[in-house]
């Protein structure tokens, strides 16, 4: 079973930086790959970012230039770093694992999700 863990999520103003982290022990020679998607109070949920395991990564148009996904095999860790953080991106963000399968933007395509961490932006 996949468990996942999301941490790090809080409030900062406008232009700051946030780091999240998915703690993601169960993915260990799974094949997964990881997502970090965002779900705001009245938008569906969307895709933000994904890896793969040889840590080649995809990025939704929004946030391509401001956030980093990473990843530390050696812990299963999955890493969001957000800069440059703007009101819009005032979300839950929920950590996903899953096969590497159809279009990474779709949360359909994912197995496992985390509980979800609060990024609000000021």
């Known amino acids: 079973h996949v468990q996942l863990v999301e941490s790090g999520g809080g409030s900062v103003q406008a232009g700051g930086s946030l780091r999240l982290s998915c703690s993601a022990p169960g993915t260990t020679n799974s094949g997964y790959c990881m997502a970090w998607f965002r779900q705001g109070p009245e938008n569906a949920r969307e895709g933000v970012a994904q890896?793969?395991?040889?840590?080649?990564?995809v990025y939704a148009s929004f946030v391509k230039g401001r956030f980093t996904i990473s990843q530390d095999n050696t812990t299963k860790t999955v890493y969001l770093q957000m800069n440059s953080l703007e009101l819009q991106d005032t979300a839950l963000y929920y950590c996903?694992?899953?096969?590497?399968?159809?279009?990474?933007?779709?949360?359909?395509?994912?197995?496992?999700w985390g509980q979800g961490t609060q990024v609000t932006v000021s």
């Open positions: 996903a694992a899953g096969p590497l399968f159809g279009s990474w933007y779709r949360a359909s395509n994912y197995n496992y």
């Open positions: 890896i793969e395991a040889d840590g080649s990564a």
